[in-house]
């Protein structure tokens, strides 16, 4: 079992920057993949980024913007976004895949609560 706890979330300019922690316990992080996800009211829950020993992944939409990177010691995950839209206005979720999650929510094991991000025009 894995329990994931984010935070870093808020309202923030377009343009604007936020950092998404996410808190793992219970086993070894880095054994996972480990993703973001986002959903947005009224649409389904998507991929934004996922990290594992074989790299990095991105959604076309965030490619260049946000940058996911782990640290293994602290068993944390991180979301650095940059450069936001509106449109990145969503609710975020980290979570974990024992198998090869990456793109596909319905892989992942494990789920956080999320964090809600809101970017203003």
């Known amino acids: 079992q894995v329990q994931l706890v984010e935070s870093g979330g808020g309202l923030v300019q377009a343009g604007g920057s936020l950092r998404l922690s996410c808190a793992a316990s219970?086993?070894?992080?880095?054994?996972?993949?480990r993703g973001w996800f986002r959903q947005a009211p009224g649409k389904e829950r998507e991929f934004v980024a996922a990290?594992?020993?074989?790299?990095?992944y991105y959604a076309d939409s965030v490619k260049g913007r946000f940058t996911i990177s782990g640290d293994n010691a602290k068993n944390m995950l991180y979301l650095q976004m940059n450069s936001l839209k509106p449109e990145d206005t969503a609710i975020y979720y980290c979570?974990?895949?024992?198998?090869?999650?990456?793109?596909?929510?319905?892989?992942?094991?494990?789920w956080g609560q999320g964090t809600q991000v809101t970017v203003s025009s």
């Open positions: 219970g086993r070894t992080f880095s054994r996972y993949v």
């Open positions: 979570a974990a895949s024992g198998g090869s999650g990456y793109y596909r929510a319905d892989l992942y094991d494990y």
């Open positions: 990290l594992s020993w074989s790299g990095t």
